[in-house]
Every structure is written in structure tokens, then in C-alpha cells.
């Protein structure tokens, strides 16, 4: 029979059928600090059950993934009453996981507030508008903002037109008071507001200088990016219009891909984070290689991020070292 430890664990199993001191120590360290790696995690994982129990101290290399989820889950089930719960996503390029403590009853830019002012929120928001909205084309879905143009975002634009002001204008409201009279920003706050947004794990930026959702980005925005990028065709048309997505799912993982690639069919929606690529095509050989959704010979040429918007056509004497430029920097970072 197998033996129950007071943490909830069995020799032989993962489950952690208890709430007890053990999570609430784990709460208390994402109250603290709100978002972990899985390598910054597994230690503070350590040091609570080796404080729980003395005589039998855990490793960080004790801990597993398996006891994370279970901790993670006794955890969520006891928050999800006060609106919290503790969400994980994968890092799109490495494939390490993220670790977030999310407010489900506030929207994210709710929970900004608390740290920057409205002027410096709106610009926020056009930041996403120029990842998803300018720099997410048919033909080029790059998902980042270079850091020039990111400085020339703090400027606010003649008429207010950050997302949620044009959503409500769309559904026949009047932007509140506080969206219609958006300010620019100085090219201090501007600097200082990415800094921020870069330490707290909202944004990433890349050796090359651009901008994009972090881990931590993606798990707390992931709502919001599909409510508010992805369109369906309009009620009242007769025409047969397909609805426009901007936002997308990896095929194998069903994570958010802002960084990977696309079938080079671009009349069809499957991504793939080059991971999830590499487990699905990796064994297959010749006429094996095809989109699993239209069937075209998957190539793994066509880029989703920043790599979109410094790749040349394939064939170019450019486009061949661009790519092994770009390949350089991915076993590097």
C-alpha cells in the first residue's frame, strides 16, 4: 500500500489531494513574485517541502514537472473562488515554461493601471496594435515592434485611435473621457515603460531590438489578443467573407504562436512554434513533409516573428544568409 505524505504527495503518485502548508507557501511566492520560470521555481519548490519536512530535505533537481502541476492544481482549486488561478505556457523558442499568477476577474490593462497612468497605457495598447495590426499582414506576420519604432509610438496620434476606443465606436459608443483625450508620452516614459514591461515578463526584447509578448504577456493577454485582433465577417453581409484571424494556435501545442512558422500556403491557417514542428516532421522523410491541413510540401522556410521581417525570398543569395544569420542567433539565445 502505498504511503501518503502530510504535502498531499504518495510515493507513487503526483496527486496532492490536500491544501495544506505547503501551498499556501507556493501561493504566498507567486503573490510575492508573480511569474517563474520552471529553473527559478523548482528551487523555492525545495525549500518549502524541505521546510515541511526536515528529516527528508528535497533538491532542486528533486522536484519535477509532474509535482509542480500537482501543486499547481490543489492550488487553483482553492483560488479560483477569489478570481486568482496559476497558468503555465511554454516559451515559444526553448520550450521552457512560464509559470503566472493571473487575476481571471480583472482584464490585464485593469491590473496596469496600478503601475502606469492612462496616457502611458494607451501606449501600450498602440504598441499592440503595431505587433498585431501593422506588423501582422497576410504576407508577413512578424508579431514585433522594432525599437525605432516603438520610440515613434509615444507620440499619440492625431485622433484617438487605440483598440478599445475603435471597438466601441464599432458598437456604436462614445469612447470615455479618459481614451478621448490621450497625450503622447516623453521619450523617457516611453523608455522606462518598455524597461518595466520587460522586467515584469510582459514583453521580451531580442538581440536585434524588437519587441514582442513575453510568456507571461501571452498567458495574461491571450483573451484579449483574440477578442480583439481576430475578426468574424460582418452579420448583415451577404457576401460569403471569411473571417480575418490575426491570432493563432500552434498545431501541435494549441499555445499562442507569435515566433515560429507558417505553412507556405498563405490561404491556410496552420502554425506551428519550430519545436512542435521539429516533434511532428522530424520523422518523416520525403513526401512525408506536408501540411497535415492542405497537404502543401512544408518547406519549415516560412517564418511567424521577427524573423519575417529580416528573411529575403528564399532562393537569394541574401535570403541564404539572412537565414543563417538568423539560425546562428536561435542556438545562441
Known sequence: MSRRQGNGYRDDSP???????????????FFSNSVFTSDTLKPVVAAILSAQYPARP??????????ITSLIQ?????????????????????????????????DTFTQLATSFTPDEIAYIKRLLDAMFEENNSRTREIMAVKQMRAKQLAKAPPRNRQSQAATQVDAGEEPTQVE?????????????????????????????????????????????????????????DDEENEPIIRIRDCEGCQEIVTIGLRCDNRDCGVRWHTRCANQFFGGRQGNGKRCPKCKTDWMGSSYVGEKADRVQPRGSTAGRASRAQDDEEDENE
Not at 496527486?15 to 511566492?29: G, I, K, W
Not at 533537481?61 to 509535482?67: S, V
Not at 489578443?225 to 465577417?233: I, S
Open 180 to 236: 478621448s483625450n490621450v497625450k503622447s508620452i516623453s521619450h523617457g516614459d516611453c523608455e522606462r515603460v518598455l524597461q518595466i514591461l520587460v522586467t515584469q515578463g510582459f514583453f521580451q526584447e531580442s538581440r536585434s531590438h524588437y519587441y514582442s509578448l513575453a510568456p507571461r504577456g501571452l498567458l495574461e493577454l491571450r483573451n484579449y489578443l483574440k477578442e480583439t485582433y481576430n475578426e468574424p465577417p460582418p452579420e448583415d
Open 74 to 106: 490543489n492550488t487553483n482549486a482553492k483560488i479560483s473562488h477569489f478570481d486568482f488561478e496559476i497558468l503555465s505556457a511554454r516559451e515559444q523558442m526553448k520550450g521552457d515554461r512560464t509559470y503566472a499568477l493571473v487575476n481571471t476577474a480583472s
Open 15 to 29: 496527486e496532492a489531494p490536500v491544501y495544506d502548508d505547503a501551498h499556501r507557501a507556493f501561493l504566498h511566492a
Open 58 to 67: 528535497r533538491l532542486e533537481g528533486d522536484i519535477t514537472e509532474p509535482m
